[in-house]
């Protein structure tokens, strides 16, 4: 029997990881598939081994496991297929397939405008600022880079900058300093999924910031495109399951 399990990334504060089991119990309900179970990589439970042997508790034979991660960097391409291989060998009965992080997608870029038109700020000649997590993986810089050039020409903003709040540069405060005596508005958009501590840290940085041309949105967040390229993506790998691409 098919079954899914779902893995967040987890949050020390507990809103988060509440915001990811509404969305995800949400996103169960556009799919027909009889066992799904959710988990969470760190920082919260069920664990992605407890997750795997709910499935397998409740009849699965075959587990699509699906990251609901944003880009591919170290979760999506080490830590997850470390446990997956892991659970192979404890469940050899079991097929394991896995799919693909959210990754650059129209939809995405289409949610990024909507939290900067949020602010409610009238606007020319605006530039935004996208942040990510941050990772050692040169490919999601590269893909951020992406999705800032085409929220860039899509929507006709003077520039679209990124920063990463750890990891390789330019980082957060490069950025601030760099950037002090801009006078343009600048739309910061944390390219996040959900509330958590980083959130709260960029809030913290921009405290005592003084250009106040600048203007925090929210966060990417989990939004109806969100869902839609997720179910996106959880088709595409139970397609390539039934057709045993995988």
């Not at 988060?16 to 027909?32: H, N």
């Not at 942040?131 to 050692?136: F, H, L, Y």
Request: aromatic fraction near 8%.
């Amino acid at each position: 029997m098919q079954a899914i399990l779902y893995i967040a990334h987890g949050s020390r504060v507990k809103a988060g990881v509440e915001q990811a089991i509404t969305f995800l119990k949400s996103v169960q309900q556009e799919i027909d598939i009889p066992i799904q179970e959710i988990s969470f990589l760190e920082l919260a439970t069920p664990t992605i081994a407890e997750g795997i042997a709910s499935c397998i508790n409740r009849g699965a034979t075959a587990i699509a496991i699906v990251p609901i991660l944003l880009l591919a960097a170290q979760h999506a391409k080490h830590d997850i297929p470390r446990e997956i291989d892991q659970a192979k060998k404890q469940h050899p009965q079991v097929r394991f397939t896995y799919g693909e992080p959210l990754g650059v997608h129209e939809l995405l870029i289409d949610t990024i405008q909507t939290r900067i038109l949020e602010a409610r700020i009238t606007f020319s000649n605006a530039s935004v600022l996208l942040i990510g997590r941050g990772s050692s993986d040169p490919e999601v810089k590269s893909d951020l880079a992406k999705i800032a050039a085409r929220l860039r020409d899509k929507y006709a903003y003077e520039a679209v900058d990124t920063c990463f709040l750890y990891g390789m540069g330019p980082t957060f405060e490069e950025w601030l300093q760099q950037e002090k005596n801009r006078t343009n508005q600048v739309f910061i958009v944390p390219y996040l999924l959900f509330t958590g501590i980083l959130r709260q840290s960029i809030t913290r940085r921009l405290q005592d910031y003084e250009n106040k041309n600048v203007m925090l949105c929210e966060s990417l967040g989990y939004d109806d495109n969100v869902k839609k390229v997720l179910v996106e993506r959880i088709y595409q790998l139970l397609r390539f399951t039934k057709e045993g691409v995988l």
